[in-house]
Every structure is written in C-alpha cells, then in structure tokens.
T-cell receptor, first 114, second 116 residues
Framework: GEDVEQSLFLSVREGDSSVINCTYT??????LYWYKQEPGAGLQLLTY?????DMKQDQRLTVLLNKKDKHLSLRIADTQTGDSAIYFC??????????????FGSGTRLQVQP | EAGVTQFPSHSVIEKGQTVTLRCDPI?????LYWYRRVMGKEIKFLLH????????ESGMPNNRFLAERTGGTYSTLKVQPAELEDSGVYFC??????????????FGPGTRLLVL
C-alpha cells in the first residue's frame, strides 16, 4: 500500500475553512511537507513541519501533526477561489542506504465554490 | 533568484521514439531529484544526484530511462524507446547540501510527456 494517503477531493465555499488530511506510515519521517499544484503549473512548496512539532501556523495556513496517529492536516482559513488546486502531502526521511527523497500522497483536489 | 526550470514544458511523441527532458536546478543546489506522476497517481521518486554523482537511482523504472548530470549543473533524463506507460508529468527538484535547508526541495514546473 501507499506510504502516504490523502482523500482525493474536497469542496468548500469561499470564506469557509478547508481542512485537508493526510496519513503516513513511517514513524521515522523527519519532515512533513505540503505542496500546492495549480492547474498547469508545477509544485509550489507551501509549508513544512518538523516531526518534533505539533503545530505550525503561517498566515492563513495551520499545520497540525499528530505523531501518535501519524496524521497530518493542513487548515486553510478564509478559503479563496485562488486556493483551488491540488494539495500534496509528502514526508521526508533518510533511508539506510542514504536515500533522501520525498514520498508523496496522491494529492487532494480542493475546489472552492464562489 | 531563478527557480528550477524544466524543458520542454510539453512533449508529444510516438511509441518507440526517444525523448530527452532537461532540468536546470537552482544555482548552488548540489542535490537534484527527478520524480514523475503517472495517470494522476502519486508523485514517485526516480533518482537523486549529488553534484554529478548518482546517489540513489532505485526509483528508475527500467533501463529505458537514462539520467545524466555531467558537470554537476543541469541534468537530462532520456527515455529510449518510449512506451505508452511512460506518459505523465516529470518533475525535477533541487535542494542545498548541508543543514536544515537540504531537506527542503524546490520543484520545477514539470514536463508533461504524452506517448501515443
């Protein structure tokens, strides 16, 4: 199965809060990331959280990390139509062979209704 | 500061042809990664360069894929011969070596490859 899992789709109304959830399996993950991909564009780094943190806030974005449950969430306050995009959760770890790579989820498509 | 750039942005080729993708990392970034997203699925790791050396190529799907990074600057990913299942978006990312910032990878816009 996948190492990182996300729900595929989320629809919210403009002005509401959006919460995108992610679960991961590897407890040795050191960093967890949220990337955003707008239509036709590349991956934009939104925010990241160290594995020894529970929460990180950055303007309208709040990241919550529950290490016990291996659950990561991204909350977007006052969601705008410009927030419509695919959001990817990713974890980072250094493997025994020295591998340093991100493991991504399938992405959650956020649709913001005006 | 320029970000990661990739060329071409789109490529449409026929099965059996050869395609070469190029990635220019952020200046000063010795780590360079290739990833791809196939059929709307998850983004999967292909390989990792540190300067011109292949640190990890465990994600390369088969020997039809060849990545190079001569001189430790830009990288190319060649698919020869291309198959239908190679269609997808190929992303390149780079990061600095050493320190906290090494773990933060910055992605290019991707090359959308369609094999007919």
């Amino acid at each position: 199965g996948e190492d990182v899992e996300q729900s595929l789709f989320l629809s919210v109304r403009e002005g509401d809060s959006s919460v995108i959830n992610c679960t991961y399996t590897d407890s040795s993950s050191t960093y967890l990331y949220w990337y955003k991909q707008e239509p036709g564009a590349g991956l934009q780094l939104l925010t990241y959280i160290f594995s020894n943190m529970d929460m990180k806030q950055d303007q309208r974005l709040t990241v919550l990390l529950n290490k016990k449950d291996k659950h990561l969430s991204l909350r977007i306050a006052d969601t705008q139509t410009g927030d419509s995009a695919i959001y990817f959760c990713a974890d980072y770890k250094e493997g025994r062979t020295g591998r340093r790579a991100l493991t991504f989820g399938s992405g959650t498509r956020l649709q913001v209704q005006p | 500061e320029a970000g990661v750039t990739q060329f071409p942005s789109h490529s449409v080729i026929e099965k059996g042809q050869t395609v070469t993708l190029r990635c220019d990392p952020i200046s000063g970034h010795d780590n360079l990664y290739w990833y791809r997203r196939v059929m709307g699925k998850e983004i999967k790791f292909l390989l990792h360069f540190v300067k011109e050396s292949k640190q990890d190529e465990s994600g390369m799907p088969n020997n039809r894929f060849l990545a190079e990074r001569t001189g430790g600057t830009y990288s190319t990913l060649k698919v020869q011969p291309a198959e239908l299942e190679d269609s997808g978006v190929y992303f390149c990312a780079s990061s600095q070596v050493g320190g906290i910032l090494e773990e933060t990878q910055y992605f290019g816009p991707g090359t959308r490859l369609l094999v007919l």
